[in-house]
């Protein structure tokens, strides 16, 4: 049901953004968030957005570089990806909850995940 795109392979301070389609049932009202898992690693949240939009949070990593957005009307949430580095290549993972998406545990729904590849 959450299917992400816009993922690929960019060089080192390079931009992607990406995007998460909810498909099957309205988006709105969920609290979502972007993971991102490399390997050998856990999955750790990257970005939350409320249900609302008015609420964001972010991974220290990320913080000044990343921007979580959503828009309810075409029902799809984006992650604008700015001043990449290498320890950013990760799988990264679409994720919606009925509560405040914080950590990986009990999350209600996830997408496929898709890779990012930064190059030094």
């Known amino acids: 049901q959450l299917e992400e795109s816009g993922g690929g392979v960019v060089q080192a301070g390079g931009s992607l953004r990406l995007a998460c389609i909810l498909s099957?049932?309205?988006?709105?009202?969920?609290?979502m968030g972007w993971f991102r898992q490399g390997p050998g690693t856990e999955r750790v949240l990257v970005a939350g957005?409320?249900?609302?939009?008015?609420?964001?949070r972010y991974a220290d990593s990320v913080k000044g570089r990343f921007t979580i957005s959503r828009d309810d009307a075409v029902d799809t949430m984006y992650l604008q990806m700015n001043s990449l580095k290498p320890e950013d290549t990760a799988r990264y993972y679409c994720?919606?909850?009925?509560?405040?998406?914080?950590?990986?545990?009990?999350?209600?729904?996830w997408g496929q995940g898709i890779e990012v590849t930064v190059t030094s």
């Open positions: 957005i409320s249900w609302d939009g008015r609420v964001t």
């Open positions: 099957g049932r309205a988006f709105r009202g969920f609290e």
């Open positions: 994720a919606a909850d009925s509560y405040p998406v914080r950590s990986a545990q009990g999350i209600d729904y």
